[in-house]
Each structure stands twice: as C-alpha cells, then as structure tokens.
T-cell receptor, first 114, second 112 residues
C-alpha cells in the first residue's frame, strides 16, 4: 500500500488569491492524479500529473487555472489560481504504485474560498 | 468506459449482510468492475475488483452475473464503520494505468 500525505489539510482563502497543495507519497509511484470533489458531489478528475512533462488535463480544466508540477516520482503540487467561491471543494491526490492494481487516495485538502 | 447505475441510498442493520447492486449493461469484454468506498471526510478506499469470476477478499465479495451486465458487492457482516458512499466503476485497465470515473455512488447507512 501507499501512505499519501497532503498539505495543507484545509485552508480558507480570499477570492483572487492562489493556493498550492502538496502531495507526498512514501514510495515511488507510476502515476499521480488530482481530483476535485465539490460539496455533496462525487469526485471529478482534474488531471494526470506527469513526471518531467506537462500534466494532462481533463475536459473543463486548464493549466492556467490549475497548474500542476511533478518534479519526481513521489511528489506533486496542484495550484488553484485566481480563486473564486466556486473553487471551494476538496482536492484529492491519487496514485498508482508500480505494478499495483489499486489506486490510492490521499486524505484531501478542504478549500474554502470567501 | 461503460456507465454504471447504482441506487442512491440503502440502509443496513449492523451484523447483517449488505448487498449493494450495480448495473453496467454496456460493459465491454475487456472492462473490469471496481468497487471503492468513501467514508465521510476521507479519500476513497479500494475494496475489490473483478472481470467475470466472483471474487472475495478480507473486506467483501463481488458477484458478477454471467452476462456481466450487473454485479453485487456483498459486505458479509456490516458494522457501523461500513457507513460510507460506495462507488461501482467500470474500466479497462486492470493495472489502473489510467483514471477512475466516479459516479454518484450509493450512500450506505449501517444502523445499530
């Protein structure tokens, strides 16, 4: 299994500012993903974080709004830029271990934008 | 990936078996059925997956119909800690070399 930590666990931010969320895994992983869960909703995939190259974004999500970095096999960041109240959500990091059949999720970062 | 249909909610008595249905009538031959659950304020947790044979692990059993158009997740002895949203997901890659598409899931409430 994998132990995934996210920082911060929660934050309250002002409209127009940006927040960077960190995801750290205790072992090397093949793939890393970022998901969003809006209040009362299911999870939606934002993007796949690719090591050493630009992230692959899902429809409806763009790099200018959600820039992602993945400098190595155990770490990734997601930035929520120019925030509005509609960005208030839980943001979750998810990973697939090498040769694993399971996809693991971090505890999430609860973001509130005022 | 094929679409799944689940009941929005169900209740279960503690100690009883919980049977969670999932319909995936458009499933393709190379698509697997995965189950995850999300306990309140936590990230989703993998439960089990299968292709066409029934599967069992320490958490649950997965029964897939012969035509593979539906499946049932069985929690054999539900406890209060099993209260969660349960997601049935159909996808191609067994090694998860891709992304999970979550639907609305089934809210399961286990009562004393």
């Amino acid at each position: 299994s994998a132990v995934i930590s996210q920082k911060p666990s929660r934050d309250i931010c002002q409209r127009g500012t940006s927040l960077t969320i960190q995801c750290q895994v205790d072992s090397q992983v093949t793939m890393m993903f970022w998901y969003r869960q809006q209040p009362g909703q299911s999870l939606t995939l934002i993007a796949t974080a690719n090591q050493g190259s630009e992230a692959t974004y899902e429809s409806g999500f763009v790099i200018d709004k959600f820039p992602i970095s993945r400098p190595n096999l155990t770490f990734s960041t997601l930035t929520v830029s120019n925030m509005s109240p509609e960005d208030s959500s839980i943001y979750l990091c998810s990973v697939v271990l090498n040769h694993s059949i399971e996809q693991y999720f971090g505890p999430g970062t609860r973001l509130t934008v005022t | 990936d094929a679409k799944t249909t689940q009941p929005p909610s169900m209740d279960c008595a503690e100690g009883r078996a919980a049977n969670l249905p999932c319909n995936h009538s458009t499933i393709s031959g190379n698509e697997y059925v995965y189950w995850y659950r999300q306990i309140h304020s936590q990230g989703p947790q993998y439960i089990i997956h299968g292709l066409k044979n029934n599967e069992t692990n320490e958490m649950a059993s997965l029964i897939i119909t012969e035509d593979r158009k539906s499946s049932t997740l069985i929690l054999p002895h539900a406890t209060l800690r099993d209260t969660a949203v349960y997601y049935c997901i159909v996808r191609v890659a067994i090694y998860s070399w891709g992304k999970l598409q979550f639907g609305a899931g089934t809210q399961v409430v286990v009562t004393p």
